[in-house]
């Protein structure tokens, strides 16, 4: 049975913080703050559909979790951890910033029964790092995972940002690497959105963001490219990657106005990375039968069936068929006709 989150999002509109990109000051009067009892609601509404709760974690979404005010913290996390030992779910999972990590919290966190910490470092490049105000260095990051590792027995996460404002292709793929040296459990990509109302927006319209800047020419299928090229690093290094791109939401998809958003960004990394392997298996251009797990067609064939018209495109007439046999992850046949 695969993992699955009770995700409680807290927004944090008395962030400290300045993050270009963050609309958390924006949605502030729009989105409530859950109390500890609006919680507690939620979640016994949850938990009556959980299919199999000893593989659920209560996830506490929104970046700074453990910025909160003390009380309102240890509030949430007591009924949560109330949750988890009546309800027999597998643990707590929350996100916060690297330089919100000591070891005083890691003792809170750790005495509320917290499974999993993830932390936004979103980039390893002070200077980018500096450009979107993040208020943090990339030497806080390296901090902070030593501290959990050595007082914290659970899951630790990193989350990068790629495209972000300032960054290049380089210094995406050099992040990619620094949080690769550092043995996270897992990692989560999320290509820059920019939002109505943020500072990003401004200089998105001054363009002067990613690379050069987002309308010189660096679009989705380069960004596509770039993660893909980092999910290939991930897996080499034996780094679960549990998301890649922003989940699909209305009002996400109401208030952006730029950056690399798809609904399904994380297929069409897939996509890619199905492309290049299928490449991998072709010899010369004709006409090719490739066969792939059943349950990797779609992946195989592309979205509108991008893959197989850019590989006509090269000479190659694939037909995509299933085959049992082979391994989920990205095991291919070719046959030439
Ligand atoms: S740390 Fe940055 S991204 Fe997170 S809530 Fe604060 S301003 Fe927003």
Redesign the pocket.
């Known amino acids: 049975m695969s993992h699955a989150n009770i995700s409680i999002f807290i927004p944090?509109a008395g962030?400290p913080?300045?993050?270009i990109y963050?609309n958390?000051r924006i949605i502030s009067g729009m989105v409530k703050t859950p109390t500890a009892e609006d919680v507690r609601a939620e979640l016994a509404a949850a938990v009556t559909k959980l299919k199999s709760p000893a593989n659920t974690e209560i996830a506490f979404f929104g970046?700074?979790f453990t910025c909160l005010p003390e009380e309102y913290m240890t509030g949430l996390l007591e009924v949560a951890a109330d949750f988890v030992k009546r309800f027999g779910l597998k643990g707590i999972r929350l996100s916060t910033?690297p330089d919100a990590i000591t070891p005083g919290i890691l003792d809170t966190l750790s005495a509320y029964g917290v499974t999993a910490i993830e932390l936004g470092a979103q980039s390893m490049n002070d200077s980018v790092l500096k450009a979107n105000r993040r208020g943090h260095t990339a030497a806080d990051v390296v901090t902070a995972v030593k501290l959990i590792r050595e007082n914290f027995a659970g899951e630790l996460g990193l989350q990068i940002m790629t495209g972000m404002y300032g960054s290049t292709f380089d210094k995406d793929m050099e992040t990619a690497r620094s949080v690769a040296a550092l043995s996270p459990d897992t990692v989560r990509i999320y290509p820059t959105v920019v939002i109505k109302g943020t500072e990003l927006e401004k200089v998105w319209a001054d363009g002067a963001g990613f690379d050069g800047g987002w309308r010189g020419g660096v679009g989705l299928d380069e960004m596509v490219s770039e993660v893909a090229d980092m999910i290939s690093l991930f897996e080499d290094e034996n780094i679960r990657i549990i998301r890649v791109g922003l989940h699909a939401s209305e009002t996400l998809e109401a208030t952006m106005t730029g950056g690399y958003y798809h609904p399904s960004f994380g297929e069409l990394a897939e996509n890619e990375l199905f492309y290049r392997a299928i490449k991998q298996k072709l010899d010369t251009p004709g006409d090719y039968t490739v066969y792939v797990h059943p349950k990797n067609l779609s992946k195989a064939i592309g979205q509108k069936r991008k893959n197989i018209v850019n590989f006509a495109r090269l000479g190659y007439n694939i037909t995509v068929r299933p085959d049992m046999t082979l391994l989920r992850r990205r095991e291919i046949r070719a046959e030439q006709a």
């Open positions: 944090h962030c913080y300045d993050c963050c958390q970046g700074s910033r």
